[in-house]
Nanobody, 122 residues
Framework: QVQLVESGGGLVQAGGSLRLSCAAS????????MGWFRQAPGKERELVGC????????YYPDSVKGRFTISRDNAKNTVYLQMNSLKPEDTAVYYC???????????????WGQGTQVTVSS
């Protein structure tokens, strides 16, 4: 129903910033809550931000709160993750995902992108 493609990853120095984009195809994008997840080798996949279908509600875990901002532009079928003050521990593959409802549970996210690598050097 919806296909997601992440972009914007790369190598950045600690303290720097990066903005990830997730482009969605399909006519039902605005109906989905969206989330960003990350997974480092040997670690569990973790939510780093989610946003309701209309952008009225957001959630961030303490590990990124104040540094990361999730936003969406439904007219452009795109969701963003602005990452500031990056730390080496932010290094991971970052995925965007779509859910039928606003949720912080990975079980509720039905569609996933292919991921984009973010590497933060010390």
């Amino acid at each position: 129903q919806v296909q997601l493609v992440e972009s914007g990853g790369g190598l950045v120095q600690a303290g720097g910033s990066l903005r990830l984009s997730c482009a969605a195809s399909g006519r039902t994008f605005r109906s989905y809550a969206m989330g960003w997840f990350r997974q480092a080798p040997g670690k569990e996949r973790e939510l780093v931000g989610c946003i309701s279908w209309n952008g009225g509600a957001t959630y961030y875990p303490d590990s990124v709160k104040g540094r990361f901002t999730i936003s969406r532009d439904n007219a452009k079928n795109t969701v963003y993750l602005q990452m500031n003050s990056l730390k080496p521990e932010d290094t991971a593959v970052y995925y965007c995902a779509a859910a039928d409802k606003f949720s912080d549970s990975s079980r509720d996210f039905l569609y996933w992108g292919q991921g984009t690598q973010v590497t933060v050097s010390s």
